[in-house]
């Protein structure tokens, strides 16, 4: 599930950056304006939008750290429940009588 939350994040993300530049582009081709002025606002928007990417790869980033300290949190928790597990069954081992031994 933790999977599927960051992945979709990601594909918001990319795909807020590919309207936002796409919506850009067409409404500055379509726009009436002069060269220099279109290649000013290109020149603004595109640092608005990698801006913006900047920022959703942050926040990416930080989500996805926050999910890999989570699995490291339970790997944990399970490696110990793991040796807990042993160490009983080794202290059973030990208390038990050896089988297949006639006590006669």
Do not use: W
């Not at 950056?17 to 060269?35: C, E, H, K, R």
Request: charged share 35%; glycine share 10%; no cysteine.
């Amino acid at each position: 599930m933790g999977d599927n939350k960051g992945s979709s994040a990601l594909e918001v993300a990319v795909s807020f950056l590919i309207g936002a530049a796409t919506g850009f582009i067409l409404g500055v081709i379509f726009a009436p304006a002069s060269g220099k002025e279109t290649r000013e606002k290109i020149k603004t928007q595109a640092a608005k939008t990698g801006e913006k990417a900047k920022e959703s790869y942050q926040k990416i980033t930080k989500e996805a750290e926050k999910g890999i300290q989570v699995v490291k949190e339970k790997a944990q928790e399970g490696i110990e429940a793991i040796k807990e597990f042993i160490e009983k069954k080794k202290e059973e081992f030990a208390q038990k009588p050896p089988q297949g031994h006639d006590t006669e």
